[in-house]
């Protein structure tokens, strides 16, 4: 992704799509940020329109204490775990519902650049208890000056 004044340049695609995790193994994608902005701006990442659903509940979700069968109520946010780093310092390690406002990046003059890798993976301790719940989401990169007005905002 480029920022040229502010604006995303090209309209990339979804980073994760028919994720197929299977509890211990990870899966990582990178993204690459450069600036061609003039203004000074921070770049942060947040989970965005996160939609869950439980499928129902297997013998096996049951017991290891999955009581939560209602079709809204999955817990798969909450297990799924993200790992977040920029120019390879990690910036955010924890659950995918807890991704808000990370900062990923702060760009000064034009020419900037940052390398974003952001991994995903489900716990192997977690695996009875989300077997059937499925999970929809998206990444929001917002920038904000330094005076914290948003000057733009990228989600996919």
């Known amino acids: 992704m480029q920022l040229v004044e502010g604006r995303w340049q090209p309209a990339d695609g979804p980073l994760f799509t028919e994720l197929a995790l299977a509890p211990g193994q990870p899966l990582t994608r990178q993204v690459r940020l450069i600036s061609a902005t003039k203004l000074p701006v921070r770049v942060t990442v947040s989970t965005h329109e996160l939609s869950q659903a439980e499928n129902g509940c ?3 979700e049951r017991e290891a204490g ?3 069968c209602d079709p809204h109520q999955g817990e798969l946010p909450g297990h799924l775990q993200v790992m977040v780093r920029s120019n ?3 910036q955010y390690r ?3 519902s807890g991704l808000e ?3 990923v990046a702060n760009f000064g003059p034009s020419g900037r650049t940052a ?3 952001v991994t995903l993976w489900l716990p192997e301790a977690s695996a009875n208890v989300v077997q059937s719940d499925s999970l929809e989401f998206g990444l929001r990169w917002m920038l904000t000056s330094r005076h914290g007005h948003v000057v733009g ?3 996919h």
Request: cysteine-free; overall charge negative; aromatic content about 0%.
């Open 101 to 103: 406002d990370v900062k």
């Open 58 to 60: 297997t013998e096996n």
């Open 153 to 155: 905002s990228r989600s």
């Open 88 to 90: 390879g310092a990690l």
């Open 94 to 96: 924890g659950s995918l």
């Open 66 to 68: 999955d009581n939560t």
């Open 115 to 117: 390398g974003v890798a």
